[in-house]
């Protein structure tokens, strides 16, 4: 599996990644649009975007080149959701981009990503 990193906290994302899930799971720091494009293209699973609000800035590039539907917003300013309620979100559809608000990066990316791997190996919510 391969995740785009990007966003205020790409390196602080890309590194909480890879100390959990090395050879399991391949990180990319590549510019927004880049990565955007590269989700789109099939280069890359997932696209993981954090700014200051979880729904614009980085997320508003992913949802230029996938389209709205293709994109979630995981945390807003005020709320950030739990693992259990973090899973249930990558479990009810189909994303390829999760947006996220910057200073909840330690708590969203570890269940995000464990979510997004568990799902692609096919196990329960």
């Given at each position: 599996m391969k995740i785009e990193c990007c966003g205020l906290t790409a390196t602080q994302t890309?590194?909480?990644?890879?100390k959990e899930y090395t050879g399991t799971v391949?990180?990319?720091t590549d510019?927004?649009?880049?990565?955007?494009r590269k989700v789109k293209n099939g280069e890359a699973d997932f696209y993981l975007g954090s700014?200051?609000?979880?729904?614009?800035g980085s997320l508003a590039t992913a949802i230029m080149v996938l389209g709205y539907g293709n994109c979630l917003v995981v945390s807003?300013?005020?709320?950030?959701?739990n693992d259990k309620?973090?899973?249930?979100?990558?479990?009810?559809?189909?994303?390829k981009a999760f947006g996220y608000v910057k200073s909840h990066t330690d708590q969203v990316v570890p269940a995000l990503v464990k979510a997004l791997v568990d799902k692609t190996e096919g196990k329960p919510e």
């Open positions: 890309k590194q909480l990644i890879d391949e990180t990319l510019p927004d649009m880049v990565a955007a700014c200051m609000t979880g729904g614009g807003k300013q005020g709320k950030c959701p309620e973090i899973r249930h979100m990558v479990y009810s559809g189909n994303h």
